[in-house]
């Protein structure tokens, strides 16, 4: 079946700071992948996405590369800000693109 | 645009009594799915409604039932409510056979049941 694995939190990093949040998937066939962020009170937004092995997804400077060989999806930011503080959300979209599987969520806290 | 909207924002019912939640997909929409998101996890997919009619459906009792109206809107229907049906109820909206990057998720539905 398919589900997605994130790294826990909470995750806590100053201002500038190098974030990863790990991901890995179980999927049947080649799902699409996708990183979601979730701010206080507020639903999901799509933060970014990769369709088909070794794209690389990228926004407002994050970054995740589709990784078959390792069935992963790791989320990377070479300089966090305060705003970046949110939960953030792997997911994975099954073949007929009508369901997503998300993980647990990952809650990043950046300090001043 | 909108976006996706729902309502009401909160909601709080006590067990056994019955709630209905509502969502209106954002403009140019004509699918629309539900997640239940239990606290501290990751979002559950309820079901998915595509003209009319439920399309697909994940792993949840019957007492969680749903409907399309010809404009798009949706509603969710849960009865004889459980403590464990207190979540966050999200409705994402999208156009047929999307490959989810053009899925949208409203602010959600806070249900709390006592």
């Known amino acids: 079946g398919n589900s997605v694995t994130q790294m826990e939190g909470p995750v806590t990093l100053s201002e500038e700071a190098f974030l990863t949040i790990n991901c890995t998937y179980t999927?049947?066939?080649?799902?699409?992948l996708f990183w979601y962020v979730q701010y206080p009170g507020e639903g999901l937004q799509l933060l970014l996405k990769a369709t088909k092995a070794d794209d690389k997804g990228s926004n407002k400077g994050f970054e995740a590369t589709y990784r078959k060989e390792t069935t992963s999806f790791h989320l990377e930011k070479g300089s966090v800000q305060v705003s970046d503080s949110a939960v953030y959300f792997c997911a994975l979209s099954d073949l007929s693109g009508n369901q997503f599987y998300f993980g647990t969520g990952t809650s990043l806290t950046v300090i001043p | 645009d909108a976006g996706v909207t729902q309502s009401p924002t909160h909601l709080i019912k006590t067990r056994g009594q019955q709630v209905t939640l509502r969502c209106s997909p954002k403009s140019g929409h004509d699918t629309v799915s539900w997640y239940q998101q239990a606290l501290g996890q990751g979002p559950q997919f309820i079901f998915q409604y595509y003209e009319e009619e439920e399309r697909q459906r994940g792993n949840f009792p019957d007492r969680f039932s749903g409907h399309q109206f010809p404009n798009y809107s949706s509603e969710l229907n849960v009865n004889a409510l459980l403590l464990g049906d207190s979540a966050l109820y999200l409705c994402?909206?999208?156009?047929?056979?999307?490959?989810?990057?053009?899925?949208?998720f409203g602010p959600g539905t806070r249900l709390t049941v006592l």
């Open positions: 994402a909206s999208s156009e047929v056979m999307a490959s989810g990057g053009r899925t949208f």
């Open positions: 999927a049947t066939g080649y799902p699409s």
